[in-house]
């Protein structure tokens, strides 16, 4: 994706978001982790990237576990409202299959466009996770 801002939200490691609404008081705070940022794809790769903390499971809304995930939020020309989606990990396969948000999704082969392969570059892990706008392989997004 060229030329677009992505903005993530996360919880922590231990699976707390860095916000006041998050009263879950047996799960550690991190006071060095904001649990959110910004970046820009480059203009002329698409290549966008986020240095972070993977994330733990969080407790969703009705009280059921969710699979460590980060929310991203998409912006660029042309889109008249942001896109919001989720990247899992593929190393979190068990708690993917339980999530209640990627169990929404009828279909595996469209859950699959919300997954982020682990890969390992220079000794360090990484996760890959590539936004497709439109096409045959779009990432599905969520009306919030």
């Not at 995930?69 to 998409?74: D, G, I």
């Not at 979190?92 to 209640?100: I, L």
């Not at 469209?110 to 045959?136: M, S």
Request: glycine share 8%; aromatic share 10%; with cysteine.
């Amino acid at each position: 994706m060229r030329d677009v801002l992505l903005e993530i939200w996360q919880a922590n490691a231990a699976g707390r978001y860095a916000h006041p609404d998050d009263r879950q008081a047996s799960k550690q705070r991190d006071p060095a982790f904001r649990g959110w940022g910004r970046s820009c794809s480059d203009f002329d790769t698409g290549i966008w990237r986020f240095e972070t903390i993977k994330p733990g499971a969080v407790v969703g809304r009705d009280g059921r576990m969710m699979a460590p995930h980060v929310n991203l939020w998409v912006v660029a020309r042309g889109i008249n409202i942001g896109l919001n989606t989720r990247m899992y990990f593929a190393d979190e396969e068990e708690a993917n299959r339980a999530d209640p948000v990627l169990n929404l999704i009828e279909w595996e082969v469209r859950r699959q466009t919300l997954i982020a392969r682990r890969e390992v570059r220079g000794g360090e892990i990484v996760y890959r996770f590539d936004i497709h706008l439109q096409g045959e392989n779009e990432t599905v997004f969520f009306d919030l």
